[in-house]
Nanobody, 123 residues
Framework: QVQLVESGGGLVQPGGSLRLSCAAS????????IGWFRQAPGKEREGVSC????????HYADSVKGRFTISRDNGKKTVYLQMDSLKPEDTAVYYC????????????????WGQGTQVTVSS
C-alpha cells in the first residue's frame, strides 16, 4: 500500500524555522517526483516546491524561494522541507504528494497524497 505521512508541523514565531518530513512507504523514491503543497483556510491549494526523480533538481514557488529548501534521502525514503524565515502568510496545512516517472519539471498531476501537517506562524 502506497502511503505518504507528513510530520514536523507546529507553531513558530515569525522569522523562525521548521523542518517538515514526508515519509514514504509501499514504494521507493527512485523514479518518483515529490511535491510539497499548502492550503490556508479560504484559499486554493498552492504548490510550494518539488524535487525531481531525474537528477534531484528542485523548484520553488516565488513566495518561498530563498527561504525554503527541499531535499530527499532515498535510503530513508523521506523527503524534507526546511522552512526558514517563516512569515505569518506561510500558515497553512502542508501536504506532500508523489508521482512515478522521470521528470525535469514539477508534475502537474500526482498519484498519492499525504494527510497533511499544520504549520502556524504567529507572534
Amino acid at each position: 500500500q502506497v502511503q505518504l505521512v507528513e510530520s514536523g508541523g507546529g507553531l513558530v514565531q515569525p522569522g523562525g524555522s521548521l523542518r517538515l518530513s514526508c515519509a514514504a512507504s509501499g514504494f521507493t523514491l527512485d523514479y518518483h517526483a515529490i511535491g510539497w503543497f499548502r492550503q490556508a483556510p479560504g484559499k486554493e491549494r498552492e504548490g510550494v516546491s518539488c524535487i525531481m526523480s531525474s537528477d534531484g533538481s528542485t523548484h520553488y514557488a516565488d513566495s518561498v524561494k530563498g527561504r525554503f529548501t527541499i531535499s530527499r534521502d532515498n535510503g530513508k525514503k523521506t523527503v524534507y522541507l526546511q522552512m526558514d524565515s517563516l512569515k505569518p502568510e506561510d500558515t497553512a496545512v502542508y501536504y506532500c504528494a508523489t508521482r512515478g516517472g522521470s521528470y525535469y519539471m514539477c508534475p502537474k498531476v500526482y498519484d498519492y497524497w499525504g494527510q497533511g501537517t499544520q504549520v502556524t506562524v504567529s507572534s
